[in-house]
DNA sequence: ATGACTGCAAAGCCTTTGCACGCAA
DNA sequence: TTGCGTGCAAAGGCTTTGCAGTCAT
């Protein structure tokens, strides 16, 4: 992952909030370039954390907002990390993204990539009625240093 | 799905139960002859909706016990059906079952299964240093009545 | 008799909402 | 100036835990 990826998904996000009519406001372009250097899933409190931290001002409530409003315009996608908690990944405008196995032990997450898949997903898709926008593959197991 | 799967994977929850040296007490069977009733996904809430009306005497902490205890075992999966709600589905000894596509904007969830979807979640799996127990597949978007 | 099992109520935890103030447009 | 955006604190909602009584073994 580049750091132009990073970058240019930051940049369509801006975009994208704008036209979609928000304010350039403080607190949300934080959390948009927070997230840029992120390359998977982040929760809410890591964010909350991280961005305590850094002294940057900006309020919990704020922070889960602006999650929600990019999930909303297709910049993020929520997956659940953990029983009740969620994370959030950069949505790429070109289509790249990953899957995640999860230790359930320790928690670990192990990313992973694989044409194959998305191919299979894409047919079953498209044999659905159903308007598909994102999908996820989650793998949950024992990592290889818990399985020991 | 016949009566004869639902029945089977009670008995089977109730033997593996009862191996584990789980006693055989009133309400955690209650539990899993109400989820042998059900083939897709139910959360504990709707659990706890569904005894109270047939007066089974059933706690709701008695049914989150008996719902972790079963995943625990292996007998049951467990997804997220909304944000931050749970929802359980059996996990059949003979390895059969399905994935869902989740409406965003009713719910609804729309069971799948694809062989090849399978073969291809197989082959990434084996590839990784990872010992995989579970996976599951969620492909989010608008039903076929939402997208109208 | 012993310790697991259960129901009730209280507590936890992540997340959302209400409200008044501040700031972009 | 208008009303969106924000931080703080309080409220929500699902889930877990403490505890004392009950029941299986």
Known sequence: M????????ADHALATLQAAGYRRGGARTVVVEALARH????T?????DELRRRKAGVG??????????????GLLRRIEVARGV??????????????HAICRDC??????E?????RAIDRV?????????????TIRGRCERCAA
Not at 39 to 42: G, N, P, S, T
């Open 2 to 9: 580049s750091t132009a990826t990073r970058t240019r998904w």
């Open 125 to 137: 898709s498209g044999r659905m009625s159903f308007d598909a926008a994102e999908h996820e593959v």
């Open 86 to 99: 969620a994370g959030y990944e950069r949505i790429e405008p070109d289509g790249e993204h990953h899957h």
């Open 44 to 48: 809410a409190l890591d964010l909350d």
């Open 107 to 112: 928690g670990r997450m192990i990313p992973f």
């Open 60 to 73: 919990r409530a704020s922070i889960y907002r602006a999650l929600e409003q990019l999930e909303q315009l």
């Open 114 to 118: 694989d044409a194959s898949l998305e």
């Open 39 to 42: 390359d998977c899933a982040v």
